[in-house]
């Protein structure tokens, strides 16, 4: 991803044209989930930049300048959200991130995801699952596809069968997470959100995981950034509900 990361960060990395984030948004969107806000960091601007203007960036318009000024939209439409975004610094961790949003997010349960991170998920389900559960957090987690195909053979190097791409055996987290406002107590600057937070709810017995085993894809390598945008070209984007 380096020659498209060192102009934006990752989350702007465009799939058929509109950045991953936007993607993202438009899946919570779509399920009633407007108000959102972004944790920025590396080349934060960017981020500023395009939802100062985001409809400048979709939408036709005819601008009259002067001490007048007006703007007339002439195709698209506006996206209903609410965005906050707060630049957390270029070396802060995740935990320390979200602790910085404590005064923005206040005192009610909220979502939580990874920026780059794509997937055909029912929030409504989730949300059901976190409040059956009574706990701080729930985390979504799901068994992956192995990147590599599968040879099977005997104890005499004999083949038996080739698996094209497997599912893993083992869960991994792949965020889409909800919180109650609780989660700031177990936040801590300077830590990651997986190696403090979620161990110490793990460990006090306050985190459930929500098992999910349709499509997700997180876009962390130019192999899978062609890959999402070859979905999205064939209209066979899995995460595209709107």
């Known amino acids: 991803m380096r020659e498209e990361t060192d102009l934006k960060p990752k989350p702007m990395v465009e799939i058929g044209g509109m950045p991953v984030l936007w993607h993202l948004m438009k899946i919570y969107s779509h ?6 806000v972004i944790l ?3 080349k934060s601007e960017v981020i500023k930049s395009y939802f100062a203007n985001l409809n400048l960036h979709s939408r036709d318009f005819t601008i009259t300048t002067g001490e007048n000024s007006s703007i007339e939209y002439l195709s698209g439409h506006s996206e209903d959200w ?17 602790l910085r949003a404590k005064e923005v997010i206040g005192n009610q349960a909220f979502h939580c995801t990874y920026g780059d991170g794509l997937a055909q998920i029912d929030l409504a389900l989730l949300e059901k699952a976190h ?6 957090a729930t985390m ?16 005499q190097g004999l ?3 080739f698996r094209e791409k497997p599912k893993m055996e083992d869960w991994i987290n792949m965020g889409f997470f909800v919180f109650e406002p609780q989660v700031f107590n177990h936040l801590k600057r300077g830590e990651m959100l997986e190696d403090g937070a979620l161990h110490r709810l793990a460990g006090a017995g306050e985190m459930k995981v929500n098992p ?6 997180p876009m962390d390598t130019f192999r ?18 709107w």
Do not use: H
């Open 159 to 161: 083949v038996l069968a």
């Open 212 to 217: 999910f085993s349709g499509f997700w894809e």
């Open 224 to 241: 899978e950034y062609k890959m999402l945008n070859g979905l999205w070209d064939a209209g066979e984007a899995p995460w595209k509900i």
């Open 82 to 98: 609410r965005v906050t975004v707060l630049d957390t610094g270029m070396e802060t961790l995740t935990g320390e991130r979200l």
């Open 31 to 36: 399920q009633g989930i407007k108000d959102f």
């Open 40 to 42: 920025s960091g590396y």
């Open 131 to 136: 409040r059956d559960s009574g706990k701080v």
């Open 140 to 155: 979504t987690v799901t068994k992956p596809s192995n990147r590599y195909g599968v040879v099977e053979f005997d104890s």
